[in-house]
Nanobody, 124 residues
Framework: QVQLVESGGGLVQAGGSLRLSCAAS????????MGWFRQAPGEEREFVAS????????YYADSVKGRFTISRDNAKNTVYLQMNSLKAEDTAVYYC?????????????????WGQGTQVTVSS
């Protein structure tokens, strides 16, 4: 089992920045590709970004490309999501996910483990 705990959410004004963190435990972190998803009220959960096991490959949703950056620190068992130029439509609960196989599976909405989420609210 892999346990994932997100942190770093909060309330920010449009145009501001936040950095989300996801701490993993339970298994060897570098064995898993990692990703971020989000779900706004009344909406389906959507892919945001993913990163391969050693960080060489990243994927982004078109809606966040150029504004968000995913990264990981395997020594700290943590994946990050730096979010800049935030917009009201970025308001959602953000979830961290892990997949044994690949970052492309996360891009396609597939995963093995899931966190509890952290709320991000962007005021306009």
């Amino acid at each position: 089992q892999v346990q994932l705990v997100e942190s770093g959410g909060g309330l920010v004004q449009a145009g501001g920045s936040l950095r989300l963190s996801c701490a993993a435990s339970g298994r060897t972190f570098s064995n898993y590709a990692m990703g971020w998803f989000r779900q706004a009220p009344g909406e389906e959960r959507e892919f945001v970004a993913s990163i391969s096991k050693f960080g060489g490959t990243t994927y982004y949703a078109d809606s966040v490309k150029g504004r968000f950056t995913i990264s990981r620190d395997n020594a700290k068992n943590t994946v990050y999501l730096q979010m800049n130029s935030l917009k009201a439509e970025d308001t959602a609960v953000y979830y961290c996910a892990a997949d044994w196989l690949s970052s492309s599976r996360l891009r396609d909405g597939l995963y093995d483990y899931w966190g509890q989420g952290t709320q991000v609210t962007v005021s306009s």
